[in-house]
């Protein structure tokens, strides 16, 4: 930092804009003249101290912050009950909690002083709330209807936590990082539906979690409103995947995604095309993929039926494991159907760009192509050659989607590297251009 006088930095302080989220501002307050902060403390409705400034929250936590409505506390060791409480005021709307050694007395604190919290992210609290007190605190939040319990939360995030999340009148969007397994799903529904009498999640529309897969058509069959699912997958079986039923438990269901991290075999490409049955009409966003799924089987015919199921689909990824089935096929196939309407395209396939010039195939809309390797006709010896080619691949890509600016290969071999260096290049300059006029 450079010498600066009090009375500088008294005079930067003062122009200091109401909402305080610059960490150069914070930086330098902190280093200087946090006292400062003080004198625009009523000013000030947010405060984000990011992740690697958290060294400096202790050089705030003796303010005594006006009501706010939102509070963002990045992971550190300084974060504990006296760090938080200055926080919990009486309008909070939004707190985001990444990390820290708080206890059950914090939630307590937060019910009493925040009543009207809607929105809660709370991970990694060092094993230090319980169970009791979590599930207590999600009983009691009557306006809470988002809330984020994420990774390394521990003992804290059970059964107990899962039945008072399911049996919440208000939660509409759950994301829930603890496996789901069918134990856990039909002891928590059973009590909600047979003993206490309500409908488990009432009026959840987004959901994010892991969970087994024989799990999911429990889970799935009271949550008629969901809009959005996405699922970390575990011990999926081949020939079962079609028994989630998702269009036939979640009829409004516009993004689904699945994320399979263990299968005991490889699933057949016929497999996946009936986890999208004809009952999913409205959706919109589709991602199914996973480093250690392997499909195998893939036809033609397969993929055409999967688009026939999917009449308003805007985002389709198919990520897995390498795959030579997955071609340019692919966009030949998703053009015809989809390409009018179709965003984002990624698929782990080999593309060459070759065979599409005559195709007809045209993506007017797409912004995003991931692809997972770009077929040269050149061995690696001959550079001038896989340069011409790369430019080449260049201005057929723009011809056929005018509106991409994300391109990306998955492999990375030498030829990918030319074609994305040259893309960097067309779509830069077509961004200044853009900016002179």
């Known amino acids: 930092m450079s010498d600066t006088s009090d009375s500088e930095v008294e005079e930067r302080v003062a122009t200091i804009e109401p909402v305080v989220t610059r960490n150069e501002a914070l930086d330098h307050i902190a280093r200087n003249l946090s006292y400062g902060l003080s ?9 984000d101290l990011r992740l690697y400034k958290r060294h400096y929250q202790d050089r705030f936590h003796w303010i005594r912050y006006p009501p706010s409505s939102s509070a963002v506390l990045e992971e550190s060791e300084r974060n504990n009950e006296a760090s938080l409480e200055p926080h919990l005021q009486s309008g909070l709307e939004y707190l985001d909690f990444t990390g820290g050694p708080i206890f059950n007395k914090s939630l307590h604190l937060l019910k009493e002083r925040s009543p009207g919290v809607k929105e ?9 709330i319980s169970p009791e007190a979590l599930s207590a605190y999600i009983q009691s939040a009557n306006y809470l209807n988002r809330l984020s319990i994420t990774k390394s939360m521990g003992t804290a995030a059970n059964t107990q936590v899962f039945f008072a999340a399911a049996a919440s009148s208000s939660l509409e969007s759950f994301y829930y990082n603890s496996l789901i397994t069918e134990g856990i ?8 539906v047979n003993t206490v009498r309500i409908i488990p999640f009432p009026e959840l529309k987004r959901l994010k979690c892991v969970a087994e897969w024989n799990s999911l058509p429990s889970l799935l069959r009271y949550l008629q409103r969901l809009s959005e699912l996405e699922v970390t997958c575990t011990h999926a079986v081949a020939g079962l995947l079609s028994m989630a039923g998702f ?4 009829p409004s269901l516009w993004v689904l995604k699945l994320n399979f991290t263990s299968t005991e075999e490889p699933f057949e490409m016929s ?7 004809r009952s999913l009409v409205i959706l919109e966003v589709l991602e199914i993929g996973g480093m250690k799924l392997n499909v195998e089987g893939f036809k033609n015919s397969y993929f055409a039926e999967l688009l026939g199921h999917i009449p308003r689909l805007r985002f389709l990824t198919l990520a897995w494991a390498p795959t030579q089935e997955l071609t340019e096929f692919a966009l030949v196939e998703t053009a015809k159907r989809r390409g009018k309407a179709l965003e984002h395209f990624e698929f ?6 070759r065979r599409l010039e005559k195709s ?5 809309l797409m912004k995003s192509l991931v692809i997972g390797s770009m077929v040269s006709p050149f061995d690696t010896e001959f550079k001038d050659e896989m340069a011409a080619e790369a430019a080449y691949v260049v201005r057929l890509l723009r011809r056929i989607a005018p509106m991409l600016t994300k391109l990306n290969m998955v492999d990375g071999a030498e030829f990918d590297a030319l074609v994305e260096e040259g893309w960097e290049k067309l779509t830069n300059t ?3 251009n853009g900016m002179h006029h």
């Open 271 to 277: 497999e996946l095309v009936k986890l999208v049955d």
């Open 360 to 364: 007809g195939v045209s993506f007017p």
């Open 120 to 128: 809660l992210r709370i991970e990694d609290t060092r094993d230090s």
């Open 39 to 47: 004198i625009h403390a009523d000013k000030t409705w947010f405060l």
């Open 430 to 432: 077509k961004r200044i």
């Open 185 to 192: 799903v039909s002891r928590a529904f059973d009590q909600l």
């Open 348 to 353: 782990w396939g080999p593309v060459d760009m």
């Open 247 to 250: 269009g036939t438990f979640c």
